[in-house]
Every structure is written in C-alpha cells, then in structure tokens.
T-cell receptor, first 113, second 111 residues
C-alpha cells in the first residue's frame, strides 16, 4: 500500500510569507505527527493529530499550526516565515494507540530567503 | 522530558566491517524505533523494538528496557549502509505519536 505522501517536496519562500504543507497518511492510519529537522536542533516534534483533534504539541511558537481533516489528511501552516524556519518538515502516520510503529514521509524541504 | 543520547556521533568503516550503535534514554518508554535517514531525507524504519531482540538480514537490534539502552548492530557493512541512524523513543501515557529523537550517528562506509 502507498506510504505517507507529503507535498510539496521542495519550496522557497520569502521572509514574512506563510506556507502550507500537506500530508496524506497511510491508508487506515488516523494519527498524524509533524516534525522539524534542522542541522542545529535535529529532529523536533511539532504536533500530533488524531481524529481531527490535536493530541500533543511541541515547544514551537504559535506561528506553527496544523489541522487534520475527516479523511485523516493533515496540513501544517507556518505564518510570518523567518529565516530560521528553513528546515526539512517531516510528516509521520501511525495506527491509533500507544507503542505502535510510526512511518515517515519523504518530507518537505522549505527554504526561507 | 525524556532525553536520548546516541553514540558514537560519527563512525567510519571499511566495507565488510561490523559496527554497534548505542542509544541511551533517560526514562521508561513504550516505543523505541531505529531509523536510517537516506540522502533524500526520508526516515526509513529499521526496527520497532521497545524491548527484546530482533534481526533483519545484516541488521539486528537489542533493547534492554530495564537498563534504558538499545543497540543496533550492522554486520558486513556495505557502502549503501552509509547515512544517519536515529534512535527515537516514545514515553507512555498520552504521548501517542510523539517521538523524541537522539542526535543521530553518521555512518560512512568506504569501499
């Protein structure tokens, strides 16, 4: 079956703009998580959604937001982009419940200039 | 929050050598996964192993949950094994899809 699909794969934005990234989970997976990867901070958890509700949130400013739709697809939005938001944004999906395998998409490479 | 430390940070091998990567974590976990990040950035699942031992071809992993560490073994390494290896853990309770990652081990295998 198809894996986790993220779009777009690459994008360049200007400081001050906003960006929306999309994630389609593996069929049947209802939990979607987002992560940010930068050379300096490594991989950091942004937030997790389950059944259209945010279940967990990482330590990021309010400019980072997300949502999940009824078909489990998820989007994340970053407003008022800063140079430091340049990163690889990874989406992951899993079945509901604790202690389950989490699968990642290929990521969206965001460059802010 | 839970802390995850990986060692060594860098590892350089000749093709055919064996290696052991270590992951220490600071608290009880109900989820532990090893990933290989490919050059295009995707995290590829290697093992889901909150406890016990698993093997998959030349790779194997062991987690000793009571002592809060996990080991990833790579035998007869190949150049295609190069990349970054991450250990990630999830704690109990309501952490669900939240994983805390180590800083990774950069593995370089020379022909």
């Amino acid at each position: 079956k198809a894996g986790v699909t993220q779009t777009p794969r690459y994008l360049i934005k200007t400081r001050g703009q906003q960006v929306t990234l999309s994630c389609s989970p593996i069929s049947g997976h209802r939990s979607v998580s987002w992560y940010q990867q930068t050379p300096g901070q490594g991989l950091q958890f942004l937030f997790e959604y389950f059944s259209e509700t945010q279940r967990n949130k990482g330590n990021f400013p309010g400019r980072f937001s997300g949502r999940q739709f009824s078909n489990s697809r998820s989007e994340m939005n970053v407003s008022t982009l800063e140079l430091g938001d340049s990163a690889l944004y990874l989406c992951a999906s899993s079945l509901a419940g604790t202690g389950v395998t989490i699968y990642f998409g290929e990521g969206s490479w965001l460059t802010v200039v | 929050g839970i802390q995850v430390e990986q060692s060594p940070p860098d590892l350089i091998l000749q093709e055919g050598a064996n290696s052991t990567l270590r992951c220490n974590f600071s608290d009880s976990v109900n989820n532990l996964q090893w990933f290989h990040q490919n050059p295009w950035g995707q995290l590829i699942n290697l093992f889901y192993i909150p406890s016990g031992t698993k093997q998959n071809g030349r790779l194997s992993a062991t987690t000793v949950a009571t002592e809060r560490y996990s080991l990833l073994y790579i035998s007869s390494s190949q150049t295609t094994d190069s990349g970054v290896y991450f250990c990630a853990v999830g704690a109990g309770g309501t952490s669900y899809g939240k994983l805390t990652f180590g800083q990774g081990t950069i593995l370089t295998v020379h022909p």
